[in-house]
Structures are given as structure tokens and as C-alpha cells.
């Protein structure tokens, strides 16, 4: 790997770790407001619908100029967001121009990997990727909780400079001001990466086309026979990890009695079975056999399906551990695969919108429906089970499909 690549990583982590970190503010904004329980699943629904609306532009923006300055745009939005929350915007209203920007940033912190490296190091990219991403998350969330906690907040109040005003007064006031300093460390970052000399010169510019040709390229992609597997598997791979973690945190509430401040960890613990799972993943899975993991993910679906049974803390930990690990192994070679398809396909910013496309929507949709339950005050346990049985059906058939399409290969292979 190049300096390059690692300036991008670093600009990454930095980005991904006040992402994580807002999130939890925002979260125990709603709580200290007295808010509805099914608000906070929405206030990652407005965060992720900015993927979905912009789908059809923001590949096109990401291939308009180098990728290092789009990051830097995009850090900027979600500066902007944070600044709102700040100032007292209402916090679904603020986040939202946070994921605003993150729609922005995404197609080009994915897509200029392939411009960087060649296809046989996608692989390793990606785990450096994922594992840093995943740090971001252990660190953010704990982050988030932490510096809304009490002691937190009376340490970071009382750092006052002298002879200096700074209008930070409140609890909430002071993690936001954390969190945007972080958001400006990786907006400098983001100017010392390299132009990877990447043009893409005929960009459409009107809507129609533009949505046109984004449709275009979602058809691509759902038909390759490759395609259409890794992109199935991260769609639901991302709308039930968005979803995990306002389960975990409400499993932690009810059934560990773990106040939320303390709860944010138990994602941290998720999040480094995930690393270690995307490091193994790196050393033993290649491009060529990534479709080998698959079965992973119903191990993963059946595994989450056993948590009502565990109300001990001492259980919790490994078992969040076990499904983090089987989820980093089998997520970071479905992402290299469907990025090569991509990048094969069409170009690297509109490829990887169209991967945001639907796996936001799916984030949406299942935040929709685990929101619509706490609605109907369905049971806690029954939620769970339901969402571990459902993951587990749902990459059964998606094995099945992969199956019908291998054999459709051979048998147009045996006709020619």
C-alpha cells in the first residue's frame, strides 16, 4: 500500500469516528428531550435517506473532480449539521444534513480505491477499510456515550480558557464541540490526498439523465450474476447492522439493565468482533473463493436469534463478540467482490452509489419496521427473534440463488 492509501485511511477514520460519536449525542439528545421511544431508530432513517434521494448525483459528483476534494466538501456538510445541533435545531433536522454530507462523502472514499489500487489488492484494502471503520465505531461509540455521561460532561465544561468566551454551557453543547473538531482533523487530512490522475470527463449534467443513467447502472449491477449476490449480501448485511445496534441497545435497557451511557460499549464489543473478523477475513479469503462465506451469514442470523436467552453481562460480551467476528469475516470479501463487479461494469463513483442506494434503503426499511414494532409495544424478545430468523432466511435464499445461477453458467457453458 502507498502513502496515499493511508492518508485516505486516516481521513476515513477520523470522518467515520465523529459519525459514530454525533450519533450517541444525538441519541441522548432525544433522551434528555423526554422524546418517543421510536424517534431515535428515525434519526438514523434521516441520516440514511440522503443516500437514497441523491443516489442518481452523487457518483456523478464523486467522478466530477478528485475524490480527496469531494471528501472535503463533504466534511464541511456534516461540520455545517453539527453546528446546527449546536445551536438547538431540532435533531432530526440537523442529522439529517450530517448524512446529507455522508452521502456525499461515501462513492468517493470507496470509489477511489479502485483508482488507486489494482484489483488483487482490493481485498486487503478492504480490510484495512473495514477494520479501521470498525475501530471508528468502537471509539465513537464509546466516545458518544462517554461524553454524555456525567463525569464526562463535568470534565469537558470545565475546561475553560482564559479571557475566552466560548458559549459552551451545556453537557450537550460540549461533545458536539469534540465532535467537530474531529470532523476538522479529518477535513485536513482530506487535503494531502493524492490526485490519482482518475477523469471521467462525460458527466451528464441534467436530473433526468442522470436518473436515467443511475437506473441504468442499478440494472447492471442487480444482473451480474456476481453482481447481484455481493450486492444482495451487503444490502442486508448494512439494514440489519443499522438495526442491531438500536436492538443492542434496548436488549441492554430491558434485559441487562444497563443505563445508555453504559450500553454504548456493548457496540464497542460488537465492533471488535467485526475487526477481528475483517483481519481474519484478509488472511484467508481471496476475490476468487469471497462467495465461500456466504453460509456465514445465516450463522450470523441463528446467533442473533439466541440473545433473549443471555441476561448475564459476562455472556453478553462474547456472544457480541461472536457476532461481530462472523459478520466482519463474511462482509469485508462481499464488498472487495462487489466493488471489482463495479468497477468493471461502470465507473467507481457510480458503482458504489448504487451499492449506498440499496443498502440505505434497506437501513430505512428495516429501521421502519423495528420502529413500527416498539410502536405496537411488541415484545422486546420476540423482535429479536424475528430479526435473527428473518437475517438467517433471508441469506438462505440468497444461497439458493447463487446455486440457480452457477448451474445456469455451467449449462450455457456445456451449450456454446
Not at 444534513?97 to 455522508?102: I, Q, Y
Not at 455521561?149 to 453537557?171: H, M, R
Not at 453460509?295 to 442473533?304: A, D, Q, W
Not at 423482535?383 to 433471508?394: D, N, P, Q, Y
Request: aromatic share 10%; charged share 10%; proline share 4%.
Amino acid at each position: 500500500m502507498n502513502r496515499g492509501f493511508y492518508t485516505i485511511m486516516a481521513a476515513q477514520f477520523f470522518s467515520s469516528l465523529a459519525d459514530n460519536a454525533l450519533l450517541f449525542v444525538a441519541i441522548d439528545m432525544l433522551i434528555r428531550m423526554g422524546s418517543s421511544e421510536f424517534l431515535s431508530p428515525m434519526l438514523k432513517q434521516s441520516f440514511v435517506v440522503f443516500y437514497i434521494l441523491l443516489a442518481a448525483f452523487v457518483g456523478a459528483f464523486a467522478d466530477s473532480m478528485p475524490k480527496g476534494r469531494v471528501m472535503f466538501v463533504a466534511n464541511l456538510i456534516k461540520i455545517t449539521g453539527c453546528g446546527m445541533l449546536f445551536v438547538g435545531v431540532p435533531p432530526l433536522l440537523a442529522y439529517g444534513l450530517v448524512g446529507f454530507g455522508a452521502a456525499v462523502y461515501s462513492p468517493a472514499k470507496y470509489g477511489i480505491l479502485t483508482e488507486l489500487l489494482p484489483p488483487e489488492k482490493l481485498v486487503p484494502a478492504n480490510a484495512w477499510i473495514e477494520g479501521l471503520t470498525v475501530m471508528s465505531i468502537i471509539l465513537g461509540t464509546v466516545m458518544g456515550g462517554a461524553m454524555v455521561s456525567d463525569q464526562a460532561s463535568a470534565l469537558l465544561l470545565g475546561l475553560d480558557a482564559p479571557f475566552v468566551t466560548t458559549g459552551i454551557e451545556t453537557p450537550t453543547q460540549a461533545a458536539l464541540s469534540v465532535t467537530m473538531g474531529i470532523y476538522a482533523l479529518a477535513s485536513i487530512f482530506n487535503l494531502f490526498i493524492p490526485d490519482t490522475g482518475a477523469r471521467y470527463p462525460n458527466q451528464k449534467h441534467s436530473p433526468s439523465k442522470l436518473i436515467a443513467e443511475f437506473a441504468e447502472c442499478v440494472s447492471v449491477l442487480w444482473r451480474d450474476k456476481l453482481g447481484q449476490i455481493s450486492l444482495a449480501v451487503t444490502t442486508l448485511f448494512w439494514g440489519a447492522g443499522a438495526t442491531l445496534q438500536f436492538i443492542v441497545l434496548k436488549w441492554a435497557e430491558k434485559t441487562l439493565k444497563i443505563p445508555f451511557d453504559s450500553a454504548t460499549g456493548l457496540l464497542g464489543v460488537v465492533a471488535i468482533g467485526m475487526a477481528l473478523g475483517a483481519i481474519l477475513s484478509a488472511r484467508l479469503i481471496t476475490l476468487k473463493n469471497s462467495l465461500t462465506v456466504l453460509p456465514l451469514g445465516i450463522v450470523m442470523g441463528l446467533i442473533v436469534a439466541v440473545m433473549p436467552w443471555v441476561t448475564s453481562v459476562h455472556v453478553a460480551y462474547p456472544l457480541l463478540i461472536i457476532i461481530g467476528g462472523v459478520s466482519g469475516f463474511f462482509v469485508v470479501p462481499m464488498n472487495a467482490l462487489l466493488q471489482h463487479r463495479g468497477h468493471i461494469l461502470m465507473s467507481a463513483g457510480h458503482s458504489i452509489a448504487v451499492q449506498n442506494f440499496n443498502e440505505n434503503l434497506s437501513i430505512l426499511t428495516m429501521l421502519a419496521v423495528y420502529a413500527l414494532m416498539l410502536t405496537l409495544n411488541m415484545n422486546l424478545d420476540v423482535i429479536i427473534v424475528l430479526f435473527g430468523m428473518s437475517i438467517a432466511g433471508i441469506m438462505y435464499m440468497i444461497i439458493r440463488k447463487h446455486a440457480a445461477n452457477q448451474r445456469e453458467v455451467n449449462s450455457l457453458a456445456l451449450i456454446a
